[in-house]
Every structure is written in C-alpha cells, then in structure tokens.
C-alpha cells in the first residue's frame, strides 16, 4: 500500500508531506484551540509540534492537506501501522485541520478520499482517539466509524492518556455516510 499517495477531491489536494511544509503546518497547528481537547493538548507549541512534525516525516505516511482553491496548507493526516495480514488494517489518524475547516465538508472529503484509498489494499481501517476528545469522537461517528470494545492507555509526555478505538470495514464504507454524499 502506498502511504502517501496524491488525492484529489472537490476541495482538498492531499500529498506527501515534505520537510518545506513545516512553516505552513505549524502556522495552522500553532492555534491552542484546535488542541484544546486533544492529549497532546500542548502541541500548539513550537517545540511539540516540532517533534510531531519530525515523527510524521519519519514514520512516513503523512499526508499535507492542501485547500485546492487557495494553495494553502489546511492541515495534515497520516496512514500509520498498516499491517496487510489477515486481511488487512491501516491506520488513519494523526488528523488535525485549521478551524476555518471545522463544522463543513473538509474532514469528510478528507476522509473519503483516505478510505477509498485505504480499502483498495486492506478490508478495516482502525482509528484511535483520545476517551475525552468528543471532538473527534463526534467526527469519528459523523464518518461512519464504529465504537470497538477495545481501549488503551498511554504514556504521553503530559501524562496517562486513554484511549478508545474505532474501526470502518470496507463493507461499511461501500454503504456508510461517506459514500451518500
């Protein structure tokens, strides 16, 4: 599976995130409120989001979001862990976008695009986020993810974290919310 493919929608270019990116993205991750009930809840700081930001190229399967009308930097996400036995998992998180791209269309499109990706290679995309983040729990829902019984706790530089699990089949996504659009 190719990591970090180019994906087109409407609105939104996603590409591979390049180390020139960094000014862009930490101009949209500088903003406290879009970490405000992340884990991470410090990443709007240059030296936190740096070491995020040096994960993302390292691990290799970030992904910049470009809004496709303006040429600017809206946010990033990642594929992480993809493991093509047993039919197949990917991950897809590490998702943050710039408040102007909150409450519309971007985070779905983003998705969308993500997913249709995904399911070409593997049959279940897990998600993981963080128990107290109803942000991205309520998206997580909106997206047409499905609440696992699994959890797990993590040690984070701010502390214990909990988290909680979601996963999209590629059945439920032929036939989920993303596809009615």
Not at 16 to 33: I, K, N, R, T, Y
Not at 61 to 81: E, N
Not at 120 to 140: Q, T
Request: proline share 3%; glycine share 10%; with cysteine.
């Amino acid at each position: 599976m190719n990591r970090q493919p180019v994906l087109e929608g409407e609105r939104l270019r996603l590409r591979q995130l390049e180390v020139d990116d960094w000014q862009a993205l930490f101009g949209v991750a500088s903003d406290p409120m879009i970490w405000e009930v992340h884990p991470a809840h410090n990443r709007w700081q240059e030296p936190i989001f740096r070491t995020f930001f040096e994960d993302a190229l390292e691990q290799g399967g970030a992904l910049a979001v470009i809004d496709k009308s303006s040429g600017t930097m809206t946010g990033s996400s990642r594929y992480q862990f993809h493991d093509p036995a047993n039919g197949g998992v990917v991950e897809i998180g590490w998702t943050f976008l710039a408040r102007s791209c909150w409450g519309g269309s971007y985070n779905r499109e983003m998705k969308r695009l993500m997913l249709a990706h995904a399911f070409k290679y593997v049959g279940r995309v897990a998600f993981i986020v963080g128990e107290g983040n109803l942000r991205s729990r309520r998206a997580m829902e909106k997206i047409g993810g499905s609440l696992t019984d699994y959890r797990e706790e993590r040690i984070m530089a701010n502390g214990t974290t909990h988290h909680v699990f979601y996963e999209i089949t590629r059945e439920d996504f032929a036939m989920g919310p993303l596809m009615r659009q």
